[in-house]
């Protein structure tokens, strides 16, 4: 049964044991890697049947994926916070990218357990990858709408100028070359790279 009811013998809601086994998984992944994690163990840990935990996680993929899940959308949230600053567009497309490669960056580094497991839904492009991507590309969109509105670059589709930045900083963020690069310092490299397309993009307007 599942719900918002108070299990017997922990205390806990529905949801507060569903946050829970999320914790002490991320815990144990942490300490003995993905591949070596339990559910039963996490179960005994919260002092509740497997039959239980099965209610909100039918399987051990299914709560990998909620913790992959859950640390994406942290991460909508933090590059959201970014387009609503008070800056000019074009500094915020940059500051977004930076911002968006050192989440990405800092996962790899101090989680890297987590990481693969992440790393392996975004390869089999999961539900909730495609409503990540789909959430960043809205918030780039609005970036540069604002930055064609306000005359700082200029683009006959702001879509397909999403799909160009998004292509050409590729490198900076796809989960599996941000692993491959995770032990060089490339911020530098990614505000040039950034910086000099929409400075191009800057110069064709001036230059109509």
Same mark, same amino acid.
């Given at each position: 049964?599942?719900?918002? $009811?108070?299990?017997? #013998?922990?205390? +806990? ?5 569903? !946050? ?6 991320? *815990?144990?992944?942490?300490? $003995? ?13 919260? #002092?509740?049947? @497997? ?22 959308? @942290?991460?909508?949230?933090?590059? !959201? ?17 930076? =911002?968006?490669?050192?989440? =990405? ?17 975004? *390869?089999?492009? =999961? ?30 589709? /702001? !879509? $397909?100028?999403?799909? +160009? ?9 796809? /989960? ?5 690069? #995770?032990?060089? $310092?490339?911020?530098?490299? +990614?505000?040039?790279?950034? !910086?000099?397309?929409? *400075? ?9």
């Amino acid at each position: 049964m599942c719900g918002d $009811y108070t299990m017997p #013998k922990t205390g +806990l809601t529905s949801e507060k044991i569903k !946050e829970k086994a999320l914790q002490i998984a991320e *815990e144990k992944i942490r300490y $003995y890697g993905f591949e070596k994690f339990r559910l039963t163990d996490i179960a005994k840990e919260l #002092k509740i049947s @497997q039959a239980a935990l099965y209610n909100h996680f039918p399987d051990k993929a299914a709560l990998l994926d909620a913790i992959s899940e859950r640390w994406l959308v @942290q991460m909508d949230n933090t590059l !959201e916070l970014i387009t609503k600053q008070e800056l000019p567009p074009r500094e915020l497309i940059v500051k977004w990218f930076l =911002k968006y490669h050192e989440l =990405k960056k800092e996962k790899v580094l101090k989680d890297p357990e987590l990481y693969k497991s992440f790393n392996m839904a975004a *390869e089999l492009l =999961k539900p909730f990858i495609i409503q990540h991507l789909d959430s960043l590309n809205q918030q780039l969109l609005m970036l540069v709408q604002k930055a064609i509105a306000t005359g700082e670059i200029r683009a006959e589709s /702001p !879509e $397909y100028l999403v799909r +160009l930045l998004f292509e050409a900083t590729v490198s900076f963020h796809h /989960p599996r070359m941000v692993l491959d690069h #995770k032990d060089e $310092y490339r911020e530098g490299l +990614l505000r040039k790279l950034v !910086e000099v397309m929409l *400075e191009g993009l800057h110069d064709t307007e001036r230059n109509q």
